[in-house]
């Protein structure tokens, strides 16, 4: 159906807007199928962004049969990144031997496209916060040096490109332990080699390695935060890491002062880029030291799967991701594809496991509703499959009147 159309039957830019107000079921009645585009990000914790895309599909299908469904689990560079990614290029899997953020070893998928030279690396896969234990968690002690390991493998070697994923990991240390794996080295006054993230607070010299990492490297960001400040990677997302709250100005002057040595020395305010506080500065940490370039995530990833395409043929989109705040309409997956999918003339619906400030969601979205909707949050989390099915059941329901 055509976005005319859509609009005669009365689906007007904000038609869905009285209906949230009231609840499911009076939304504005449509007898002809529609062409539906399901594009959740993950719901953390619960379920991953395909298996989002499948509940609400089961749901959808349950209640509109004759609706047209395409199923297109998104990411903005977070958790499952590089899967998604490696899908949509049809890129081949291989598996790489690393340590995580604790230093244990362990295992990285990686991905490899062999006819544009392309390796897809996913940072949540190395030192991902979600692969440690909870006595693990301690933010102080652990560093990226996995991704360095994983950067330097020779399984990349002949690859022209690196894109690499860096939501969701477990480290707030700027990228100093990717950069010492990546052969920079540290010092203090005394010339010594600084070993310890937290210690860079004594930083003095920064000398590159011999020779310059080569490739062409992209950091795909899912935040645009800066590295440092109250909208910095340690105040902001730092506690989520177990940082505790007497750790917090030993954490900012450690990268405070790494920033600083590195605007001396390469005459670059690189803590001030959008994305340099992603991953706990792994952004900053890339740019420097692998010469990097950060992007959106979800620009890169939409992109990859054609998704202005898909959005030129659809009707409706369905989004969604476990929690849904004022964050996910600043750089998110779910707020830059309720963007398109209004430059694109659809309306989008947002579905989550929870939502926080709908005014805000309301600029961005023609309608949303979480699973608390219909549930206790106890069992939307217990059984975030079932409940995610039964809210796009409802929904749909309320497209027939």
């Not at 590195?262 to 670059?268: C, I, L, M, T, V």
């Not at 950060?294 to 989109?317: N, T, Y």
């Not at 909707?373 to 329901?397: I, K, P, Y």
């Amino acid at each position: 159906m055509t976005h005319a159309r859509l609009s005669n039957l009365g689906f007007g830019p904000w038609a869905f807007l009285g209906a949230w107000a009231l609840g499911f079921g009076h939304l504005p009645s449509s007898p002809l199928p529609l062409s539906i585009l399901i594009a959740p990000d993950k719901f953390k914790g619960t379920l991953t962004a395909p298996q989002a895309a499948k509940s609400v599909a089961r749901g959808w299908r349950a209640a509109r049969p004759e609706d047209t469904l395409t199923q297109l689990p998104i990411s903005d560079g977070g958790d499952g990144f590089g899967e998604l990614m490696a899908e949509a290029l049809s890129a081949e899997s291989l598996t790489v031997q690393t340590q995580d953020a604790a230093h244990a070893p362990t295992d990285a998928p990686c991905w490899v496209v062999r006819n544009s030279g392309t390796a897809i690396i996913e940072s949540a896969n190395v030192i991902g916060l979600a692969m440690l234990a909870a006595e693990k968690r301690r933010p102080l002690e652990l560093d990226s040096r996995g991704l360095g390991i994983v950067l330097r493998n020779e399984q990349f070697d002949e690859c022209r490109q690196r894109i690499i994923g860096v939501g969701g990991s477990a480290t707030n240390d700027g990228g100093f332990g990717m950069a010492r794996e990546l052969d920079w080295r540290f010092e203090n006054a005394r010339g010594e080699a600084i070993c310890a993230w937290i210690d860079l607070v004594n930083l003095q010299k920064i000398h590159p390695p011999k020779s310059k990492f080569s490739g062409e490297t992209i950091v795909a960001v899912d935040v645009q935060n800066p590295l440092l400040g109250p909208d910095g990677c340690t105040r902001v997302f730092g506690p989520q890491k177990s940082l505790r709250e007497d750790d917090i100005p030993k954490a900012e002057a450690a990268l405070s002062r790494l920033a600083e040595v590195w605007e001396a020395r390469a005459g670059e305010d690189a803590a001030r880029i959008p994305g340099a506080g992603a991953a706990g500065g792994l952004g900053f940490g890339l740019h420097c030291f692998a010469g990097a370039k950060i992007r959106s995530g979800f620009e890169i990833f939409a992109e990859a799967a054609g998704l202005d395409a898909l959005l030129r043929e659809a009707d409706v989109v369905v989004t969604g991701e476990g929690a849904m705040d004022r964050q996910s309409v600043m750089g998110k997956g779910v707020g830059e594809l309720a963007k398109r999918a209004r430059a694109n003339g659809c309306l989008c619906i947002g579905l989550a496991g929870r939502l926080e400030d709908r005014p805000a969601l309301a600029g961005y979205l023609d309608d949303c509703h979480a699973l608390t909707d219909l549930t206790s949050a106890t069992e939307a989390e217990a059984d975030a499959a079932r409940w995610l099915e039964e809210v796009a059941r409802e929904v749909a329901n309320g497209l027939e009147g």
